[in-house]
């Protein structure tokens, strides 16, 4: 039987060199998120951007996630990108409580495919910002590739890079080419009807 996992004891993990204060936090309700925010932290480690990643509940940890909240910017964190799924208060309540921006991933729910989620995170009352992203993989990945936007306003190597990205993705998708349509030249079962 797999031993259960304790938010409360999972280990803080920093992506950077000695020295290299992490930038960007990134924190998610659920081991069960990982396999969404990985594609998050996978960007941000291609840009090189110092990082943490950890599990912080609003619901199982209150205390840990207020305690987050409230010391990110005093440790240097620039942003906080906050996944989470179902009844996702985690991106909301952390934004309440700092005046960091907060980017909010919806994780895809298994009752509800991450509309629950969606909806949780993105209808914050005015005066309480989070940034919302799409559901799931793509939303995570963008969260931070707009974090890497973010920063790049004030760090000139940053933005070649992502210049530099954006043009390899125009080349790539410009050079993409398709297989030929099984039976090609001959006339579709739907033309013949
Ligand atoms: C949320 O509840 C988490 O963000 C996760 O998406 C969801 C389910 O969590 P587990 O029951 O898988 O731990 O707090």
Wanted: proline share 6%; aromatic share 4%.
């Amino acid at each position: 039987m797999d031993v259960a996992f304790n938010p409360a004891h999972a280990p803080i993990r920093a992506a950077m060199a000695p020295g290299n204060k992490p930038r960007v936090a990134v924190v998610m309700g659920s081991k069960s998120d990982w396999d969404t925010m990985r594609h998050c932290v996978e960007v941000l480690e291609q840009f090189g951007i110092a990082h943490e990643h950890r599990v912080v509940s609003a619901h199982r940890t209150p205390q840990l996630m207020s305690d987050f909240a409230r010391d990110a910017e005093g440790r240097g964190i620039k942003l906080i990108i906050a996944g989470a799924g179902g009844a996702a208060h985690l991106p909301g309540m952390i934004a309440a409580q700092t005046t960091l921006p907060v980017l909010g991933v919806p994780v895809e729910s298994r009752s509800l495919r991450g509309v629950d989620s969606l909806l949780s995170i993105v209808q914050m009352p005015a005066g309480i910002p989070v940034a919302t992203f799409a559901i799931g993989m793509a939303g995570a990945m963008n969260a931070a590739y707009f974090a890497v936007s973010m920063l790049a306003a004030d760090d000139e190597s940053l933005g070649k890079a992502l210049k530099g990205f954006r043009e390899k993705q125009t080349a790539d998708v410009s050079a993409m080419e398709l297989p030929l349509a099984s039976g090609s030249g001959a006339a579709s079962e739907r033309d013949k009807q």
